[in-house]
C-alpha cells in the first residue's frame, strides 16, 4: 500500500502537482531506511535537496588577493578606449585637412543655373520624372492586388 501511495506522490511530483505536505512525504520516506528498490533511483535527488536546504551563503565576500607581487591591478579598458578615440578624432583631422586642399575641381561647388527660374524647372522636370515612376510602381502593386483578392476570399 505505501509503494503505491508513494508512487502516486512521485508522478505527482514530476507533474509539478504535489502540494509542499506532499512534497514533505516524499522526502522523509527518502531520508528514511526503508525505502523500495523501485524508489532507490531517486533516493540522492531527494538527499540532494535535503542537503541543498541546509547550506547556507557567506554573508562576506572576500576580494581576491593579487597573485603577482601584491601590485594594484588596474583595467586598461577605458584606457585604450580612450586612445581609440582620439587616434580616430587625429585621423579625421587629417583627411579633412588634406582633401580640401587638395579637392579636384570636379568636385567644387560651381552655380549651374543663371537663374532661379531655370533651376525651378529643372527641378520641375525632375520631381515629375520621379512621379510617373511612383505612379508607374503603384499600379502594378493595384494590379497585383487585385489578382491576391479571390485568394484572400478562398482562405477566409
Same mark, same amino acid.
Given at each position: 500500500?505505501?509503494?503505491?501511495?508513494?508512487?502516486?506522490? %512521485?508522478?505527482?511530483?514530476?507533474?509539478?502537482?504535489?502540494?509542499? =505536505?506532499?512534497? +514533505? $512525504?516524499? *522526502?522523509?520516506?527518502?531520508?528514511? @531506511?526503508?525505502?523500495?528498490?523501485?524508489?532507490?533511483?531517486?533516493?540522492? %535527488?531527494?538527499a540532494f535537496y535535503e542537503e541543498a536546504q541546509h547550506v =547556507?551563503?557567506? +554573508? $562576506?565576500? *572576500?576580494?581576491?588577493?593579487?597573485? @603577482?607581487?601584491?601590485?594594484?591591478?588596474?583595467?586598461?579598458?577605458?584606457?585604450?578606449?580612450?586612445?581609440?578615440?582620439?587616434?580616430?578624432?587625429?585621423?579625421?583631422?587629417?583627411?579633412? *585637412?588634406?582633401?580640401?586642399?587638395?579637392?579636384?575641381?570636379?568636385?567644387?561647388?560651381?552655380?549651374?543655373?543663371q537663374s532661379p527660374e531655370e533651376a525651378y524647372d529643372e527641378?520641375?522636370?525632375?520631381?515629375?520624372?520621379?512621379?510617373?515612376?511612383?505612379?508607374?510602381?503603384?499600379?502594378?502593386?493595384?494590379?497585383?492586388?487585385?489578382?491576391?483578392?479571390?485568394?484572400?476570399?478562398?482562405?477566409?
Amino acid at each position: 500500500m505505501e509503494d503505491h501511495k508513494i508512487k502516486g506522490l %512521485l508522478d505527482k511530483y514530476w507533474e509539478g502537482e504535489t502540494t509542499l =505536505e506532499e512534497e +514533505r $512525504e516524499l *522526502k522523509s520516506y527518502f531520508a528514511s @531506511s526503508q525505502v523500495a528498490d523501485e524508489f532507490l533511483p531517486f533516493s540522492p %535527488l531527494f538527499a540532494f535537496y535535503e542537503e541543498a536546504q541546509h547550506v =547556507e551563503m557567506q +554573508r $562576506e565576500i *572576500k576580494a581576491p588577493t593579487p597573485v @603577482s607581487g601584491g601590485g594594484k591591478t588596474v583595467n586598461l579598458r577605458w584606457l585604450i578606449n580612450i586612445a581609440a578615440s582620439i587616434a580616430i578624432f587625429i585621423a579625421m583631422f587629417y583627411i579633412n *585637412k588634406n582633401s580640401k586642399s587638395n579637392m579636384p575641381e570636379q568636385y567644387a561647388y560651381h552655380d549651374t543655373y543663371q537663374s532661379p527660374e531655370e533651376a525651378y524647372d529643372e527641378v520641375k522636370k525632375v520631381l515629375l520624372f520621379v512621379s510617373a515612376k511612383m505612379n508607374k510602381g503603384v499600379n502594378t502593386a493595384a494590379k497585383g492586388l487585385e489578382k491576391m483578392e479571390p485568394l484572400h476570399e478562398i482562405l477566409n
